[in-house]
């Protein structure tokens, strides 16, 4: 299928980037279902947190699953056709989810088949953004991509929150509106989605020619040979682990510990999304300006040891207003950072979607065992110890990674 193409001196690469997010947001949205009605969720099926966890976690199963292959096979069918991959198992994933109420086996499909999705979404996301910006813009663009699941993480607990618990409809609302959000946006990139006639014609696009670009081994093998990279994807498996070891437990912590209700939890569950979202570009602009991200991502990096001291300690509910500060930064600044390192590290341009794939694969790995681990501590030590035995050392881990690997690193 031939595939059209603009000159990046038309500036389209914001309407690219523009409906790239959206197509993001489609499997951000399905992520956040769970985390935001886990107590709903927990009552419905009839488990508890240790479970949750696991449920949690098979999200990103098919994620780290598919990491590496998602490079291949946008070299077989293009970024475009693999990005539609990603948002048709969002809305089958959904669909499936939707009929599946109080069948536990059927649910679990469903969110495996959603995190397929996410783990198609996170290598060609940035992979067809890329080639759109040179350096000295593509800090701000990639930031304004990283934000795709912290936004959804803002927006989607206060909108299922309201749905489910203010509108008194069944959790399975939630479900079928995001069938109807994934049509949506499936037929507007469709119809909006383009590619970079100047890359094409050089061969640096990461679709290549006619939208499809040889991923190989050789750039697999160069991202495997490459230790900047693999610090970076190191960080980003512990940061995400930490992430969703938090995001993951959040609502359910302040409805069931501290007595807040869901509509509340879900509020704070969101405010935390909307300084992640707020954090994340504003990393980028500032990169660019500093002509450097590094020591951005280190200070970040520290900041989260004293994020995950405190954000299952506090048994004050007004008090999350002001931990929403490091809960952004934390969650903004790093997936930022890395994001927009990665064009900066890779040995030749097409070696981006390996390189994503590598850090995708990372992501979901970290977001997989920050989820059964938080809910295994929680159910054998608590949430206090819980968080200090999981969640500090995923930080503490991620600085001595940097200062043992990256110091040197220029990006």
Not at 80 to 97: F, Y
Not at 267 to 295: E, Y
């Amino acid at each position: 299928m031939h595939v059209r193409t603009k000159s990046v001196k038309s500036r389209y690469g914001w309407v690219v980037l523009a409906v790239c997010f959206l197509a993001g947001c489609t499997c951000a949205a399905n992520m956040a279902k769970v985390t935001s009605l886990a107590p709903l969720i927990m009552s419905i099926y009839g488990f508890d947190a240790n479970v949750l966890g696991w449920v949690i976690a098979l999200f990103y199963v098919m994620g780290f699953i598919l990491a590496f292959p998602t490079a291949a096979i946008i070299g077989k069918i293009g970024i475009r056709n693999a990005i539609l991959v990603a948002v048709g198992c969002s809305a089958v994933g959904s669909l499936l989810g939707a009929l599946a109420s109080g069948n536990l086996a059927l649910f679990m499909v469903s969110r495996i088949i959603e995190g397929a999705g996410m783990g198609v979404m996170g290598v060609a996301g940035a992979s067809a953004i890329a080639p759109w910006f040179g350096p000295e813009r593509r800090g701000l663009a990639l930031g304004i991509w990283s934000m795709w699941v912290a936004l959804c993480m803002c927006i989607c607990p206060v909108l299922y929150g309201w749905v489910t618990e203010s509108r008194g409809l069944p959790h399975t609302a939630v479900w079928w509106g995001n069938v109807v959000f994934d049509v949506i946006v499936g037929v507007a990139f469709v119809v909006l989605y383009a590619e970079p006639a100047e890359a094409q014609a050089a061969g640096q696009s990461a679709a290549g020619p006619g939208g499809r670009r040889a991923a190989g081994e050789g750039s697999i093998r160069r991202a495997f040979k490459n230790k900047t990279l693999w610090m970076l994807a190191l960080i980003f498996l512990l940061d995400e682990a930490a992430f969703m070891g938090v995001n993951g437990f959040l609502t359910t912590y302040l409805q069931s510990e501290l007595g807040t209700t869901l509509v509340f939890a879900t509020m704070i569950s969101s405010m935390f999304g909307v300084a992640g979202a707020i954090f994340a570009p504003v990393s980028g602009a500032v990169a660019d300006w500093l002509k450097n991200r590094k020591w951005l991502l280190l200070g970040a990096l520290f900041i989260g040891i004293l994020y995950t001291c405190v954000v299952f300690v506090c048994r004050i509910p007004a008090l999350y207003y002001a931990i929403a500060i490091p809960a952004g930064i934390v969650g903004g600044v790093v997936p930022s950072c890395i994001t927009q390192a990665i064009p900066q590290t890779v040995d030749r341009p097409d070696d981006v979607p390996a390189a994503n794939a590598m850090i995708g694969c990372t992501q979901n790995v970290g977001m997989f065992i920050g989820s059964i681990f938080m809910g295994q501590a929680i159910t054998a030590f608590g949430w206090t110890r819980g968080a200090w035995l999981v969640l500090m050392p995923c930080f503490i881990i991620c600085v001595v990674l940097f200062l043992a690997g990256l110091r040197k690193a220029k990006f």
